[in-house]
């Protein structure tokens, strides 16, 4: 079975810190395109962070750059998502997902564009 599971979540008060991860099981993705998504209670899943196979083109919503970095290691098939200096409004459920499908920038930041999705891991930040 082809599955993305994340883990790392929790709960942290805001100014903390946290690091997702997501390991790919029943095949590789080693070469797909991998990113990080995120939906709060009563909102649309939106982006966060994207990264290309080789890690040369790094891709981050405005609402957390400067705090979060995206990283992979394609020997292990995972990909992380240091969260630093978290705030309330962070509070939601973090999916990764994985394509193969694309190449362009754009492309990142939309969940269509995407095949593959881990079953999320919730972080709630407390004020």
């Known amino acids: 079975q082809v599955q993305l599971v994340e883990s790392g979540g929790g709960l942290v008060q805001a100014g903390g810190s946290l690091r997702l991860s997501c390991a790919a099981s029943?095949?590789?993705?080693?070469?797909?395109?991998k990113a990080w998504f995120r939906q709060a209670p009563g909102k649309e899943r939106e982006f966060v962070a994207g990264?290309?196979?080789?890690?040369?083109?790094?891709y981050y919503a405005d609402s957390v750059k400067g705090r979060v970095t995206i990283s992979r290691d394609n020997a292990k098939d995972t990909v992380y998502l240091q969260m630093n200096n978290l705030k309330p409004e962070d509070t939601a459920v973090y999916y990764c997902?994985?394509?193969?499908?694309?190449?362009?920038?754009?492309?990142?930041?939309?969940?269509?564009?995407?095949?593959?999705w881990g079953q999320g891991t919730q972080v709630t930040v407390s004020s």
């Open positions: 990264i290309n196979w080789s890690s040369d083109r790094i």
């Open positions: 997902a994985a394509s193969n499908k694309f190449t362009y920038s754009s492309s990142y930041y939309y969940t269509s564009n995407y095949d593959y």
């Open positions: 029943g095949r590789t993705f080693s070469n797909y395109n």
